[in-house]
Every structure is written in structure tokens, then in C-alpha cells.
Nanobody
Framework: QVQLVESGGGLVQAGGSLRLSCAAS????????VAWYRQAPGKQRDFLAS???????NYADSVKGRFTVSRDNAKNTVYLEMNSLKPEDTGVYYC????????WGQGTQVTVSS
């Protein structure tokens, strides 16, 4: 069974940084398009960033210039580097992979205090 496991979330002050990881098992990540989403309390899950199999990246306007998505194929892991964090970045962060079917991780909580 395919598993995606996010890690690296936590509590950080506004202006700080975090790096989230999405580790995959039973799926070859380099063959998948991978994206990060965020769900704030009481809100829908929103797209943040994506990376294709050719390492092309795309970002939501709200995070462009602050977040960077990358992949390490040797570790079967995709990262989301988050800088200049704002309180409105608070939420549960999910990674998702598309390889035939779509797979989701369980999410990791990020809380940004003002």
C-alpha cells in the first residue's frame, strides 16, 4: 500500500522558517507529480506548490517567493521549504502524489504565531 508521510511541522514565530518533508513508500516518487496543499481551520484545502517529474515547479500567489518545493529522488522525498512565515500560513499541510491514482499523506500541523 502506498504511503506518504509528512513531517517537519511545528510552532514557529512570524518571519521564521520551516522545512516540511514528504517521504514516500511503495511508490517511486520521481515518476509522480507531487503537490503541497494547506487546510486552515474551517477552510477548504488550498493548493500551495507542485513539482513535476521534470522538476518544473508551480506556486500559488500567496506563497510565491517565500516557499520552495524540491525533490530528492535518492531519498524518495519531496520538500517544502517555507520562509518568511505569516500567521495566515497556519494550517495542516498535506502532500499529494499523482501516479495513476492520487495519494495523500496524513498531514502535518504548522502554527505560526504573531
Amino acid at each position: 500500500q502506498v504511503q506518504l508521510v509528512e513531517s517537519g511541522g511545528g510552532l514557529v514565530q512570524a518571519g521564521g522558517s520551516l522545512r516540511l518533508s514528504c517521504a514516500a513508500s511503495r511508490i517511486t516518487f520521481r515518476l509522480a507529480a507531487v503537490a503541497w496543499y494547506r487546510q486552515a481551520p474551517g477552510k477548504q484545502r488550498d493548493f500551495l506548490a507542485s513539482i513535476t517529474t521534470g522538476d518544473n515547479t508551480n506556486y500559488a500567489d500567496s506563497v510565491k517567493g517565500r516557499f520552495t518545493v524540491s525533490r530528492d529522488n535518492a531519498k524518495n522525498t519531496v520538500y517544502l521549504e517555507m520562509n518568511s512565515l505569516k500567521p495566515e500560513d497556519t494550517g495542516v499541510y498535506y502532500c499529494t502524489a499523482l501516479l495513476g491514482s492520487r495519494y495523500w499523506g496524513q498531514g502535518t500541523q504548522v502554527t505560526v504565531s504573531s
